[in-house]
């Protein structure tokens, strides 16, 4: 595997090992020894996978208080662009984001640790979304960012109005100067 840390301190992409013959493949996705040797001890507890289809937009979501949560997140199946961004109040990166495309073709894994929004947009047909937490998920402490924070500025994909796909909670949710940070 190999681990390069993005610019934002702590982020981390995760390029696996793949072996290809005519029957498929083989990677091995989670290594504790390797993750911990570059990124640190994380004890993950919960594996979560979503489906999505074009133009979903999930985020920007994180976990507040003692119910922050690290993740390590990869595509199982299509395309999304993966986007993070820094809350943390007395980072360097305060407020600045990273967008990485996660595939089922280059099956690259995103580690997000705790103090950052994180969410995703669906590229291909469809997409299956996998990720593994360090906590328990917990709906109180759930915080959001809003996804078109003129702030943040995130340059998401443009895609038809009509295919871009949010739940109410998402299209609501506060701006930068309002957001929760960490």
């Given amino acids: 595997m190999q681990f390069t840390e993005q610019s934002i301190p702590g982020v981390w992409v995760i390029e696996p090992n793949v072996f290809n013959d005519p029957r498929g493949y083989f990677m091995e996705s989670f290594k504790e020894t390797a993750f911990e040797e570059n990124i640190g001890k994380v ?23 003692d119910a922050a949560q ?24 305060f407020g600045q984001y990273i967008a990485v495309e996660l595939s089922e073709t280059n099956k690259r894994q995103l580690f ?13 047909q469809e997409a299956i979304f996998t990720y593994k937490v360090d906590n328990i998920y917990q709906p109180s402490a759930e915080v959001s960012l809003n996804y078109a924070d003129p702030t943040v500025a995130i340059k998401w994909p443009a895609i038809p109005a009509e295919k871009l796909n949010l739940s109410p909670k998402d299209l609501a949710a506060p701006l930068f100067k309002d957001a929760v940070t960490f």
């Fill in 43 to 65: 004890h993950f507890l919960q594996d979560n996978e979503s489906k999505s289809s074009y133009g979903v937009l999930r985020g920007m979501h994180a976990q507040a208080g």
């Fill in 70 to 93: 690290a993740k390590l997140v990869r595509v199982i199946i299509g395309k999304v662009l993966d986007v993070v961004v820094d809350m943390r109040k007395n980072s360097t990166t």
């Fill in 112 to 124: 997000v640790p705790r103090g950052m929004y994180h969410g995703f947009m669906v590229l291909s």
